[in-house]
């Protein structure tokens, strides 16, 4: 018998032992409650205007069985009209499956003398023992009417005939309704305008209600622009309501040098170990005054070059200045053609330069040398023909 109230006991424990993991598991897992009933809507409370309806979708979802829920309504104000709408028919109950939504809109018409001010009611739906209630609060005000203004830091950007001009433009809507605007501009000729929002190219864009939009307008000449002043206005334009906008490219003058011949030929003769003076030109096409120039070049190796004047102080807009090179070819240069470049280089623009062809001709002594000989040649030819013909 002793035994066998033993074999109980160890059963006991063992039986308690091999359980116990078991019940601390569902100890420590609590089951989740399935949700019961929900009614909501994105934006349960919103600002509407004195003459304005309202639809808000509200959505209805369950995790328990199949049924139909009850819709109805609370605390509407007095004067107001709230229906609950599903497929265009006015509704009073709508059916919800587990998982899944079921959509019902609420429709909200204020009296047509409504007062500005807060108005608060309820959405309740209720189904088998459970039930959902959705506050609705909506303010009532004298809506802003649709307003576009635009504005600007830096209306007026200074550059050069070939610069694109870039502003940063602020677009605001001060009106109380969204709106799709419409961008355009007035222009000089030659000048291209593009508008920009974010990098991308636009036309028109979409500004929201009390909202602003920032736009980069970009003016970019299609050919250089002289010196002065081009307003360029801009148009913001949504239906009839519209806004300019006045601003100012300031181009300023650019000195552009030219370096040329008087005759237009770019190529010269010249002899070897001897200089040889030739004429250059040096003209300012830009719409500034070109200063500081150094008159320089590039010629081949052993040729010596240098300019009178190798300074220039300052040359006008349209005008040009005549500058003589010295070339003095290699003494043994070989005759033929051989390239020279003459720089012209402004303090504050561009360096200009023009290629010169130079041909090394043959110097004439040694020809006339020839000829000298060959005449005291033929002289003593023929004084000894004449002395000893005679015998």
């Given at each position: 018998?002793?035994?066998?109230?033993?074999?109980?006991?160890?059963?006991?424990?063992?039986?308690?032992?091999?359980?116990?993991?078991?019940?601390?598991?569902?100890?420590?897992?609590?089951?989740?409650?399935?949700?019961?009933?929900?009614?909501?809507?994105?934006?349960?409370?919103?600002?509407?205007?004195?003459?304005?309806?309202?639809?808000?979708?509200?959505?209805?979802?369950?995790?328990?069985?199949?049924?139909?829920?009850?819709?109805?309504?609370?605390?509407v104000p007095e004067g107001w009209t709230v229906t609950l709408r599903g497929a265009n028919r006015i509704v009073g109950s709508a059916y919800v499956q587990p998982g899944t939504e079921s959509s019902v809109d609420l429709k909200?018409?204020?009296?047509?003398?409504?007062?500005?001010?807060?108005?608060?009611?309820?959405?309740?739906?209720?189904?088998?023992?459970?039930?959902?209630?959705?506050?609705?609060?909506?303010?009532?005000?004298?809506?802003?009417?649709?307003?576009?203004?635009?504005?600007?830091?830096?209306?007026?950007?200074?550059?050069?005939?070939?610069?694109?001009?870039?502003?940063?433009?602020?677009?605001?809507?001060?009106?109380?309704?969204?709106?799709?605007?419409?961008?355009?501009?007035?222009?000089?000729?030659?000048?291209?305008?593009?508008?920009?929002?974010?990098?991308?190219?636009?036309?028109?864009?979409?500004?929201?209600?009390?909202?602003?939009?920032?736009?980069?307008?970009?003016?970019?000449?299609?050919?250089?622009?002289?010196?002065?002043?081009?307003?360029?206005?801009?148009?913001?334009?949504?239906?009839?309501?519209?806004?300019?906008?006045?601003?100012?490219?300031?181009?300023?003058?650019?000195?552009?040098?030219?370096?040329?011949?008087?005759?237009?030929?770019?190529?010269?003769?010249?002899?070897?170990?001897?200089?040889?003076?030739?004429?250059?030109i040096v003209e300012n096409t830009g719409t500034a005054p070109a200063r500081g120039i150094e008159i320089s070049g590039s010629q081949p190796n052993g040729w010596a070059l240098d300019f009178t004047p190798a300074q220039i102080?300052?040359?006008?807009?349209?005008?040009?200045?005549?500058?003589?090179?010295?070339?003095?070819?290699?003494?043994?240069?070989?005759?033929?053609?051989?390239?020279?470049?003459?720089?012209?280089?402004?303090?504050?623009?561009?360096?200009?330069?023009?290629?010169?062809?130079?041909?090394?001709?043959?110097?004439?002594?040694?020809?006339?040398?020839?000829?000298?000989?060959?005449?005291?040649?033929?002289?003593?030819?023929?004084?000894?023909?004449?002395?000893?013909?005679?015998?």
């Amino acid at each position: 018998m002793r035994k066998f109230f033993s074999f109980l006991l160890l059963l006991s424990f063992t039986l308690l032992a091999i359980g116990a993991p078991g019940i601390a598991l569902a100890q420590d897992t609590p089951a989740v409650a399935p949700i019961q009933l929900s009614l909501y809507t994105a934006y349960p409370s919103q600002v509407i205007g004195l003459d304005e309806t309202l639809s808000l979708p509200l959505k209805l979802h369950t995790d328990t069985t199949p049924q139909i829920i009850k819709l109805e309504t609370d605390d509407v104000p007095e004067g107001w009209t709230v229906t609950l709408r599903g497929a265009n028919r006015i509704v009073g109950s709508a059916y919800v499956q587990p998982g899944t939504e079921s959509s019902v809109d609420l429709k909200i018409e204020p009296p047509a003398d409504v007062a500005s001010g807060d108005y608060q009611f309820s959405v309740i739906a209720k189904g088998k023992d459970i039930e959902s209630v959705l506050p609705i609060e909506l303010t009532v005000k004298e809506r802003v009417p649709a307003r576009l203004a635009m504005s600007i830091d830096l209306p007026t950007k200074r550059g050069k005939p070939d610069s694109t001009f870039t502003y940063d433009v602020s677009l605001v809507n001060e009106g109380d309704e969204d709106l799709q605007v419409s961008l355009t501009g007035d222009t000089p000729d030659a000048v291209q305008l593009t508008f920009k929002l974010n990098g991308q190219e636009i036309e028109e864009l979409p500004v929201a209600a009390n909202a602003t939009q920032r736009i980069s307008v970009e003016a970019k000449p299609l050919s250089d622009l002289q010196a002065g002043n081009y307003p360029i206005t801009l148009h913001a334009l949504a239906g009839d309501i519209k806004a300019d906008l006045n601003l100012t490219a300031e181009v300023v003058g650019q000195p552009t040098l030219t370096v040329s011949a008087p005759d237009g030929r770019l190529s010269a003769d010249a002899y070897a170990g001897r200089d040889t003076p030739l004429k250059v030109i040096v003209e300012n096409t830009g719409t500034a005054p070109a200063r500081g120039i150094e008159i320089s070049g590039s010629q081949p190796n052993g040729w010596a070059l240098d300019f009178t004047p190798a300074q220039i102080d300052e040359i006008d807009p349209g005008q040009q200045v005549e500058v003589t090179a010295n070339v003095h070819p290699a003494d043994k240069a070989v005759a033929g053609d051989y390239m020279m470049t003459v720089r012209a280089k402004p303090a504050d623009a561009t360096t200009k330069s023009a290629d010169y062809r130079i041909t090394v001709r043959t110097t004439t002594m040694w020809g006339i040398t020839g000829v000298g000989i060959i005449a005291a040649a033929v002289m003593v030819v023929g004084l000894s023909v004449m002395r000893f013909g005679r015998r």
